[in-house]
C-alpha cells in the first residue's frame, strides 16, 4: 500500500496557551525559526507525501496564508538585496500541495478526520497531529510508512509512558512483534483509567490508515467528552482488519501546552546553527547562576 496523502488535524483552540492562542492558531506559534506546523509539514514531505489536506476551523486563515505565495514581500525582498529570504518565503508555498478544508463544529478528532473523506479517497493516507512535534533520525511518519507498506495495514505511532499519562491518552494491546519495533494490536482504548489500561504504551500523534476507516467513523457514536474519538473508531478497525504499532525511534514533544512548547524551543535551538552555541553557553552561565 503506497501512502501518498496525509491530514493535518489543526482545528483545535488552543486552550492550554492561552492568552498567546486568542488570536494566533496555536500551529503558528515560533518554534525558533519556524512556526510548528512547518516542522509537520516537512516531517510530511521527508516521508513521501505529496498532497496535505490541513483540517481549519473559524480564525485559523493564518495557516492558509502562510502556505501561500506573497509576492509583495518576495518582491521587496528582492528588491532590498535579500535573495535567501525570498527563496525561503517561496520555498514554504512549493514543499508540498497543501488543500484546507474547515470542521465547521467541534466534535472531536475522528470528525475532523472524516471531514477528509472526498480527499483521500480509496487510498491509505497518514494522520499527523498538529501539535505533536517529532525529533528523530527517520522521521517518525517515515518509519510508520514502512512498517504499513511492508505489513499492508494501517500503523500507529506507540511509545511506553507512565501511569500519570497513559491516563491522558490512548493505550494499545500488543500481541505478536512483527519485525524490530513493530506489534500487531489487537485493541485499544481512549483515555483510560489505570483499571482500564491494556498495557503502557500509548498511542502518540502520528497514524497510517486504510480508507475503510471512514465508514466506521461514519457510525461511530460520541465518547469522551461527548466527541467522535478517533480512537474509538481505530479500535472498530483494528478488530476488523490488521493493525500494527511501531515503537517508534525520536523525541515527542506536545507543543501545544506550555511545557512541552518550552522543551521543543530550548531543544530545537540547541541544533539551530545560528543559535545553537551562543544558546548552549547562555544555558551553563544561567545554570551556574541559579546555584
Same mark, same amino acid.
Given at each position: ?22 488570536? #494566533?492558531? +496555536? ?10 506546523? %512547518? ?15 490541513? #483540517?481549519?476551523?473559524? /480564525?485559523?486563515?493564518?495557516?492558509? @496564508? ?6 509583495? !514581500? ?6 532590498? /538585496? ?21 470542521? +465547521? ?30 525529533? *528523530? ?5 517515515? %518509519? ?21 499519562? #497513559? ?27 489505570? *483499571?482500564? +489500561?491494556? *498495557?503502557?504504551?500509548?498511542?502518540? /500523534? ?8 471512514? @465508514?466506521? !467513523? ?18 472498530? !478497525? ?38 545553537? @552555541? ?14
Amino acid at each position: 500500500m503506497k501512502v501518498r496523502k496525509a491530514i493535518i488535524p489543526a482545528a483545535g483552540l488552543g486552550t492550554r496557551l492561552l492568552p498567546n492562542t486568542k488570536s #494566533i492558531p +496555536k500551529e503558528m506559534l515560533p518554534l525558533v525559526d519556524k512556526p510548528v506546523i %512547518q516542522y509537520i509539514v516537512e516531517e510530511a514531505v521527508a516521508a513521501g507525501i505529496e498532497k496535505i489536506l490541513i #483540517i481549519t476551523n473559524r /480564525g485559523k486563515s493564518p495557516i492558509e @496564508d502562510y502556505f501561500d505565495y506573497a509576492p509583495d !514581500l518576495e518582491e521587496r525582498l528582492i528588491a532590498d /538585496g535579500k535573495l535567501r529570504d525570498a527563496q525561503i518565503v517561496r520555498e514554504v508555498a512549493d514543499m508540498a500541495d497543501v488543500y484546507f478544508v474547515r470542521q +465547521k463544529e467541534t466534535k472531536g478528532l475522528g470528525h475532523a478526520v472524516w471531514r477528509a473523506r472526498s480527499f483521500v479517497n480509496e487510498e491509505p493516507f497518514a494522520v499527523l497531529l498538529g501539535d505533536d512535534i517529532m525529533l *528523530s533520525e527517520t522521521p517518525v511518519l517515515k %518509519q510508520l510508512v514502512m512498517a504499513s507498506e511492508a505489513n499492508d495495514c494501517s500503523a500507529v505511532a506507540v511509545r511506553q509512558v507512565p501511569d500519570e499519562l #497513559i491516563t491522558k491518552y490512548s493505550s494499545v494491546k500488543l500481541e505478536e512483534q512483527l519485525s524490530e519495533r513493530v506489534f500487531r494490536i489487537s485493541d485499544m482504548n481512549e483515555k483510560p483509567t489505570l *483499571s482500564e +489500561k491494556l *498495557s503502557d504504551y500509548a498511542i502518540l /500523534g502520528r497514524y497510517v490508515l486504510t480508507p475503510a476507516i471512514f @465508514d466506521i !467513523l461514519e457510525h461511530t457514536a460520541p465518547g469522551r467528552n461527548n466527541e467522535i474519538q478517533l480512537t474509538d473508531g481505530m479500535r472498530t !478497525l483494528c478488530h476488523r482488519e490488521k493493525m500494527c504499532a511501531v515503537d517508534f525511534e525520536g523525541r515527542r514533544y506536545d507543543t501545544g501546552n506550555l511545557k512541552g512548547y518550552l522543551e521543543a524551543i530550548i531543544d530545537f535551538a540547541l541544533k539551530n546553527e545560528e543559535a545553537g @552555541d551562543w544558546l548552549r553557553r547562555f544555558i551553563l552561565d544561567k545554570a551556574d547562576a541559579l546555584r
